[in-house]
């Protein structure tokens, strides 16, 4: 990001920014709100909360990354929307 200010604010700036806002985003989602490092949004019962909190269980389940689940950093399969789809309706 600097050297990209340097010149304008070049594409390296943008590189640079766009990175920043990935790992803020990693750090909100990922430590805070999946893991709860800091107890905020803990009792939330939103469907797509809830399936992405158990995709990123069923990913963390395996040690080995041969037999780990893959998913998106924001993206969850059905199958974890489907679990909790019967959770709204009640």
Do not use: W
């Given at each position: 990001m600097y050297f990209g200010s340097l010149k304008?604010?070049?594409y390296l700036f943008y590189i640079g920014l766009g990175i920043m806002f990935y790992g803020m985003a990693y750090f909100f989602v990922h430590d805070i709100f999946i893991h709860q490092r800091f107890k905020f949004l803990s009792k939330t019962n939103n469907r797509y909360f809830l399936a992405l909190r158990r995709a990123h269980k069923q990913h963390h389940k395996h040690l080995v990354k041969e037999e780990g689940e893959c998913f998106g950093?924001?993206?969850?399969?059905?199958?974890?929307?489907?679990?909790?789809s019967n959770n709204e309706k009640t």
């Amino acid at each position: 990001m600097y050297f990209g200010s340097l010149k304008d604010y070049n594409y390296l700036f943008y590189i640079g920014l766009g990175i920043m806002f990935y790992g803020m985003a990693y750090f909100f989602v990922h430590d805070i709100f999946i893991h709860q490092r800091f107890k905020f949004l803990s009792k939330t019962n939103n469907r797509y909360f809830l399936a992405l909190r158990r995709a990123h269980k069923q990913h963390h389940k395996h040690l080995v990354k041969e037999e780990g689940e893959c998913f998106g950093f924001l993206y969850v399969p059905l199958k974890y929307f489907k679990m909790y789809s019967n959770n709204e309706k009640t």
